[in-house]
């Protein structure tokens, strides 16, 4: 269940969404009806089980959609930020079926709009620029998930969580996460991103400080990731 704590009329969503651009008047103008919800920062979005109302267009903000494994680790499988979806959300509403994961909103609050599971597969049929969408996100979702899942098996967690920092670096340079929200990240404990972030430190590649990583040589962290 979406914990919605403001709806405000459609902004120009067309922008961050090329395909709409492609569709016909009449369907740009149901798209445009429909509302952009907010969540706040660090908010469960959807829990494994529950039925997924329809397809998220995220407009501000990103989703974090992550796994739970038994023994009480947090995976995240992927991140959607503007201009993208939630493919297993498209796909639970497709079918019809309960969400297979979880999504909780990243550290800014979150702008979406949502359309209704039964729309989008009208329009699915009806609009050849919804179904281009559909392959698109779904093919470059399938190829992340397998580069992630080869990631896992064959790098040390210092190379994946020197890719993950070059990914989620903002502007000035640096990733605010604790090292607990990092470790659920990467699906590991926080003492073994402890441990990364020491040597990494060690070597100049970064610094740290309470809920905050700096980056202070990009080029070293990608020779880390590519070559250990």
Do not use: K
Not at 56 to 77: K, M, P, Q
Not at 97 to 106: G, I, R, S
């Amino acid at each position: 269940m979406v914990t919605v704590i403001e709806q405000t009329p459609l902004l120009p969503v067309a922008e961050g969404f090329p395909f709409l651009a492609g569709a016909s008047a009449a369907t740009r103008d149901l798209v445009s009806s429909l509302p952009v919800r907010q969540v706040a920062p660090r908010r469960p979005v959807l829990h494994r089980g529950d039925a997924a109302e329809g397809v998220f267009l995220v407009v501000g903000g990103s989703l974090r959609v992550f796994y739970i494994a038994a023994d009480g680790h947090e995976a995240t499988l992927y991140r959607v930020r503007p201009g993208q979806t939630c493919i297993l959300a498209l796909t639970a509403a497709f079918r019809s079926e309960p969400y297979p994961a979880w999504v909780e909103t990243e550290d800014e609050e979150l702008s979406f709009v949502l359309v209704p599971g039964a729309m989008f597969r009208e329009l699915y049929n009806t609009e050849p620029t919804f179904r281009s969408f559909v392959f698109e996100v779904l093919s470059g979702r399938v190829f992340e998930l397998m580069a992630r899942l080869e990631e896992v098996g064959s790098l040390r967690v210092e190379q994946r969580l020197a890719a993950f920092l070059l990914d989620a670096v903002d502007a000035n340079g640096e990733v605010a996460m604790s090292q607990a929200r990092l470790a659920a990240h990467l699906g590991t404990a926080r003492e073994v991103v402890f441990r990364a972030l020491r040597t990494m430190s060690d070597a100049g590649l970064v610094a740290t400080s309470r809920g905050r990583v700096r980056l202070l040589d990009a080029a070293g962290l990608r020779q880390l990731h590519q070559l250990g």
